[in-house]
């Protein structure tokens, strides 16, 4: 299928519009801290941000693994959190005060397919499961912006662990929740709900990370609250977000993307300089932060990691 129309992550930096104005309200709303009702008064944007509040919140911030670090300066949280890809919220980059929308308690996790049990476990149940630490990565957008943020949240693996598949499943499918009614975005033509896959050796590399957390926080809603899958040697689409359902399958998942333009995205999507997307180069890319133009890495700089994963692949189309 052929799509004329430019998507919110081809938009020029220039597009973007910071919100600062809502996010000093968000700070106010968060000093009110855990456990208080959070309503929403006349300074605020609407009662979208009236809800309960995080029963998660003690969890951040997490201990830092120093083995996961970068060496440049951290992307200002402002700019990391003011200039989104959320296509149910919009296709522009400026989705923050759309998605405030997003209602994430209560949040039921799926895990089926070829498991030993499929298991539904709320989301607040799952965290006291899983491992919290806090990482910093690089993330590298298909489009050619990148940032560096410190996330929070557990090996992708803590959770394939926890859903005990099969033996026969070869790759773990992760699906956004479907709610047109909460995400006008998903009333359009789009292949709805937003997915992505991984192969099993993919998803339990200890690089795989679901973030429940961003800047020592619970992660905010426009980055894909309360948990998102984070790749960092991956073109930033494979790392979906506002998870609902796990699924382990022995079928090669189509991603969101992949259905629709195969011509451009691909399952892989590995990161490298020198594989063009067919309409631009991805030699370089803009650091979002510093807006300095910086030489882009093979695997996004994580070959160390992962470059054995692709042995024996040659053949297939890994790079976008
Ligand atoms: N997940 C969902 N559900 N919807 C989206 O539109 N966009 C993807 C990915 N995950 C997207 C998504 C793209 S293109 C990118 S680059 C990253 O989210 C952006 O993550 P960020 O906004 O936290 O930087």
């Given at each position: 299928?052929?799509?004329?129309?430019?998507?919110?992550?081809?938009?020029?930096?220039?597009?973007?519009?910071?919100?600062?104005?809502?996010?000093?309200?968000?700070?106010?709303?968060?000093?009110?801290?855990?456990?208080?009702?959070?309503?929403?008064?006349?300074?605020?944007?609407?009662?979208?941000?009236?809800?309960?509040?995080?029963?998660?919140?003690?969890?951040?911030?997490?201990?830092?693994?120093?083995?996961?670090?970068?060496k440049?300066?951290?992307?200002?949280?402002?700019?990391?959190?003011?200039?989104?890809?959320?296509?149910?919220?919009?296709?522009?980059?400026?989705?923050?005060?759309?998605?405030?929308?997003?209602?994430?308690r209560?949040?039921?996790?799926?895990?089926?397919?070829?498991?030993?049990?499929?298991?539904?476990?709320?989301?607040?149940?799952?965290?006291?499961?899983?491992?919290?630490?806090e990482?910093?990565?690089?993330?590298?957008?298909?489009?050619?912006?990148?940032?560096?943020?410190?996330?929070?949240?557990?090996?992708?693996?803590?959770?394939?662990?926890?859903?005990?598949?099969?033996?026969?499943?070869?790759y773990?499918?992760?699906?956004?929740?479907?709610?047109?009614?909460?995400?006008?975005?998903?009333?359009?033509?789009?292949?709805w709900?937003?997915?992505?896959?991984?192969?099993?050796?993919?998803?339990?590399?200890?690089?795989?990370?679901?973030?429940?957390?961003?800047?020592?926080?619970?992660?905010?809603?426009?980055?894909?609250?309360?948990?998102?899958?984070?790749?960092?040697?991956?073109?930033g689409?494979?790392?979906?977000?506002?998870?609902?359902?796990?699924?382990?399958?022995?079928k090669?998942?189509k991603?969101?993307?992949?259905?629709?333009?195969?011509?451009?995205?691909?399952?892989?999507?590995n990161?490298?300089?020198?594989?063009?997307?067919?309409?631009?180069?991805?030699?370089?890319?803009?650091?979002?932060?510093?807006?300095?133009?910086?030489?882009?890495?093979?695997?996004?700089?994580?070959?160390?990691?992962?470059?054995?994963?692709?042995?024996?692949?040659?053949?297939?189309?890994?790079?976008?």
């Open positions: 299928m052929l799509i004329k129309r430019r998507r919110g992550w081809e938009l020029k930096e220039s597009e973007a519009t910071p919100e600062a104005v809502f996010h000093g309200r968000r700070r106010v709303v968060q000093a009110l801290g855990a456990g208080a009702i959070l309503s929403a008064g006349p300074g605020f944007a609407g009662p979208a941000l009236a809800q309960w509040a995080d029963p998660t919140a003690s969890l951040y911030p997490a201990k830092r693994n120093e083995k996961y670090t970068v440049e300066p951290l992307t200002p949280e402002e700019t990391a959190t003011t200039y989104n890809n959320f296509y149910e919220f919009g296709t522009s980059k400026s989705v923050v005060k759309a998605a405030q929308a997003l209602k994430t209560p949040w039921t996790v799926k895990i089926d397919g070829m498991v030993e049990k499929p298991i539904e476990v709320a989301f607040d149940e799952l965290m006291k499961a899983m491992p919290v630490e990482r910093l990565y690089r993330h590298r957008c298909v489009e050619a912006w990148s940032m560096k943020v410190p996330w929070s949240g557990f090996p992708l693996k803590a959770l394939v662990d926890y859903a005990k598949p099969l033996g026969s499943a070869k773990v499918e992760m699906f956004t929740f479907n709610d047109p009614k909460m995400a006008p975005g998903q009333n359009s033509f789009y292949p709900p937003y997915n992505e896959g991984l192969t099993m050796a993919e998803a339990t590399n200890e690089l795989t990370f679901i973030s429940t957390g961003l800047y020592g926080k619970p992660i905010h809603k426009q980055n894909g609250a309360p948990l998102r899958l984070t790749v960092p040697w991956k073109y689409f494979k790392s979906v977000k506002s998870i609902v359902r796990f699924n382990f399958t022995d090669r998942p991603g969101f993307w992949e259905q629709l333009q195969a011509s451009e995205y691909g399952f892989w999507a990161v490298n300089p020198e594989v063009s997307h067919p309409r631009w180069s991805q030699a370089q890319e803009t650091d979002i932060g510093t807006q300095e133009k910086i030489p882009t890495l093979l695997f996004n700089g994580y070959g160390e990691y992962v470059a054995d994963l692709y042995k024996g692949l040659e053949k297939e189309r890994l790079w976008a």
